[in-house]
Nanobody
Framework: QLQASGGGLVQAGGSLRLSCAAS????VGWFRQAPGKEREFVAA????????DYADSVKGRFSIFRVDTKNTVYLQMNSLKPEDTAVYYC???????????????WGQGTQVTVSS
């Protein structure tokens, strides 16, 4: 099971840290979906943290890491922009993938709102 948390309202330039409770040795990814837009890939990390992947739009601003002893994957979001506003979801896969439909398990979303 996956459970995302940590969303909220923040001003542009601010930071938020999202958490995803994710048990098991899965490749875990974060996606986001803004109103009227398709769900898009944000970042992902392998079990053990050896492999990470980021969307170009968040490189240098977001960081994904995990603490496997706590079964938790984090998404540290810095220098937030209004266009980062979306519902953020975490998902898990047994493979290293990037496309939403290739992730097997999904948590509920958490809303992130960035005001200008």
């Amino acid at each position: 099971q996956l459970q995302a948390s940590g969303g909220g309202l923040v001003q542009a330039g601010g930071s938020l840290r999202l958490s995803c409770a994710a048990s098991g040795r899965y490749y875990v990814g974060w996606f986001r979906q803004a109103p009227g837009k398709e769900r898009e890939f944000v970042a992902a990390i392998s079990w053990g943290g050896v492999t990470t992947d980021y969307a170009d739009s968040v490189k240098g601003r977001f960081s994904i890491f995990r603490v496997d002893t706590k079964n938790t994957v984090y998404l540290q979001m810095n220098s937030l922009k209004p266009e980062d506003t979306a519902v953020y979801y975490c998902a898990a896969s047994s493979r290293v993938v990037r496309v939403a439909h290739e992730f097997d398990y999904w948590g509920q979303g958490t809303q992130v709102t960035v005001s200008s």
